[in-house]
Structure formats: structure tokens, C-alpha cells
């Protein structure tokens, strides 16, 4: 058996169909399933979706997909993706949520021939949502991760994320961010149209409602503690770059 090397990582919440639609699709377009491994995070009063994990593994991927289980609301949105990394084998993460699909063959061997290219691995590797458009599911090594801490800084109820680790990557030395046209992920939103606004959108929506009604000095993104909390991965992410070209 191949080792795991890339971990995709997806929170979802009453989403069983979309949940099949990420696992087939992510292995479909694949170059190597058996170096893939699906995370999913699920909320622990979502017994539908805990079966659907289930079922998948036993249908498509025994060895490859993979879910935990979390207690509903104990974590704010943006750290969900920080929880589905811990139990990851892959040394690169994916990005990913429920409401998205790979869309380009090979994104796996695409992905890790760039990482190959980077020695201490510290990128940003942003992903096309077609027609050359970027989207928020990027790849990131477990280098990050384990310099700052997590991989997406666990304030953000919604929106923000992506904005936030560009001004990270774009905060340490030389050219770290890399946009791949090669890797297409797109983004199946319903506020597009691409399908109906559920029970999970409009409780997604008031969360990221509330967050942007905060003053701007509050706000995660623009707010006072936001910005220190930024500087202070940079300041990590440097710290690791520096030692590691000793």
C-alpha cells in the first residue's frame, strides 16, 4: 500500500449527497487514490452524515476515507479545518468543503511535483476555480501547520480565511505564493445558483452575518488582536524558514 501524502480535509453538516459527490470526485480525478486520504468532520447530532462516512468508506475507499466526529458548536468555523488535520497521515492538506469538487485529472501529482520544488515546503498553493479564477482551497504543508500552529487561524466564522493566509504568505521572504491554473476546484455555492440554500447555508449565513456587523476594530480580519495574531504567524512561519536553511 501506497503511503498517504496528501490529506483532503471537509466539514460537513447534513449534506449527505454532496458528501459522496466530494469522495467520488476526489478520487476520480486523482492521479494515485491510494496516496489521497478524505477527512471529513462531522458535528456529533448528525447521525446521517456520520453514516454516509461509513458507507463511503465501505463502497469507495476503505483505507482512504476517514472521519471524526466533534461536539456540535464547540468549535468556530474556521478551526473545523484545523480539527480534520490532526488525525491526517499526508504531509500537504487540502482545503476543502462539502459544496466543491476537484475538476482537473492528476491534481494530486500536480500538487506534489510543486511542494518538490519548495525545500521547506512554507507555500501557499492556490487553486483555479475555472477559467483561471481563483478559489479558497489551498494546498498547504504540515510544515505550516506545525510552525503556526494550526492551518487557518481558528477566528474566523466565515469569510476572511483566504484573505488572511495570502497576506501571511505574502509576509515571508521571497515568492511563496503559487497560483496553479493546472489543479481546478470549483466552488458549487449556492448564492450561485449551483444548488438549493439549505438548513446548513442559512445557519452559515447568520454566523458570518453576526461577524461582520462587528466593529472594525473587533473584527477578526481588520480588527487590532486580528492583526497582532497575523504577525505573530508570520513571525513563526520566518522563525521555521530561518532554522531550516541553517
Known amino acids: 500500500m501506497s503511503k498517504i501524502r496528501i490529506s483532503v480535509l471537509c466539514p460537513t453538516r447534513k449534506r449527505m449527497a454532496l458528501m459522496r459527490r466530494v469522495a467520488e470526485k476526489c478520487f476520480e480525478t486523482c492521479h494515485n487514490p491510494e496516496q489521497i486520504e478524505l477527512i471529513f468532520g462531522i458535528d456529533d447530532d448528525d447521525t446521517e452524515s456520520i453514516e454516509m462516512a461509513q458507507a463511503l468508506q465501505k463502497e469507495l475507499a476503505p483505507n482512504n476515507i476517514e472521519y471524526i466526529v466533534w461536539p456540535r458548536n464547540k468549535f468556530i468555523f ?4 484545523n480539527q480534520c488535520s490532526k488525525p491526517g497521515k499526508g504531509e500537504i492538506f487540502n482545503i476543502m468543503s462539502d459544496d466543491a469538487i476537484h475538476n482537473s485529472k492528476d491534481w494530486d501529482k500536480i500538487a506534489l511535483e510543486i511542494f518538490d520544488n519548495h525545500p521547506d515546503k512554507i507555500i501557499l498553493l492556490q487553486t483555479s476555480g475555472g477559467a483561471n479564477q481563483s478559489t479558497g482551497f489551498p494546498f498547504m504543508h504540515r510544515n505550516w501547520r506545525d510552525a503556526a500552529g494550526y492551518l487557518l487561524s481558528p477566528i474566523f466564522e ?23 491554473t493546472d489543479i481546478e476546484i470549483r466552488h458549487l455555492h449556492a448564492e450561485w445558483g449551483h444548488m438549493e440554500k439549505d438548513e446548513t447555508y442559512y445557519e452559515h449565513l447568520k454566523e458570518r452575518q453576526a461577524q461582520e456587523a462587528l466593529p472594525r476594530e473587533q473584527h477578526p480580519y481588520h480588527g487590532i488582536e486580528g492583526t497582532r495574531l497575523k504577525n505573530l504567524e508570520i513571525q513563526k512561519l520566518n522563525n521555521f524558514i530561518k532554522n531550516y536553511n541553517k
Open 158 to 180: 466565515g469569510d476572511w480565511g483566504d484573505y488572511w493566509l495570502t497576506d501571511v504568505i505574502r509576509g515571508l521572504p521571497g515568492n511563496r505564493f503559487v497560483f496553479s
Open 78 to 81: 474556521s478551526d473545523l479545518i
